[in-house]
C-alpha cells in the first residue's frame, strides 16, 4: 500500500508547508537526508497553547503531537515530491512544553510516533528523543522535529 493510500484510509489530507515564523527554512535537504524544521502544535489553525501537567493532560498533548506529525508529513511531502520516495523515518525530536514534575514527555510524542508508524509502516520506525521543555515559541504546548532518509 502506498503511503498516500494509508493517508486516504486514515481520513488525512496533508496541509501546505506553513510560512516559516522566523530566519529559517522549513526544511533542508542535504544528500540523502531531509531535515525538517521543528513544527509546533497547531489547532483551529492557531497556535495549541498549553503546558503539560498544568492546563493539559498526557492524551491532549498526544492530539497535538498527532497533529505535529500531520503537519511534518506535509512539509516532507513539499521537500521530496513523493512520500513514497523516504526510505526511512531516521528520527524524531520533540519538545514538551511542562511542568518541572511533569513526567510522560514520551507518552506525549508518541502520538507523533504512532501515527508515523502507521503510516509508513516499517520505514517509520525511528530513533527518537522527547524533552520536558520550560517553553515551546507561540507558548504551544509541543514542538517537534523530523529527519528522513530518501
Known sequence: MSVY????????????????????????????????????????????????????????????????????????HAAVGDLNQVKRIVKLMSLVNSTPDFTEQHLVTNGASELI??????????ARSAFGVAQVPLGACVEIELIAEV
Open 5 to 76: 493510500d494509508k493517508l486516504k484510509e486514515l481520513n488525512i489530507t496533508l496541509p501546505p508547508v506553513a510560512a516559516p515564523a522566523a530566519a529559517y527554512v522549513p526544511f533542508v535537504r542535504t544528500g540523502n537526508l531531509v531535515y525538517l524544521s521543528g513544527h509546533i502544535a497547531r489547532k483551529d489553525g492557531k497556535p495549541w497553547v498549553g503546558q503539560l501537567g498544568k492546563t493539559m493532560q498526557t492524551e491532549e498533548g498526544k492530539q497535538a503531537a498527532r497533529a505535529i506529525a500531520i503537519e511534518l508529513m506535509g512539509t516532507l
Open 117 to 126: 508508524g502507521q503510516v509508513f509502516g516499517e520505514k517509520g520506525l525511528h
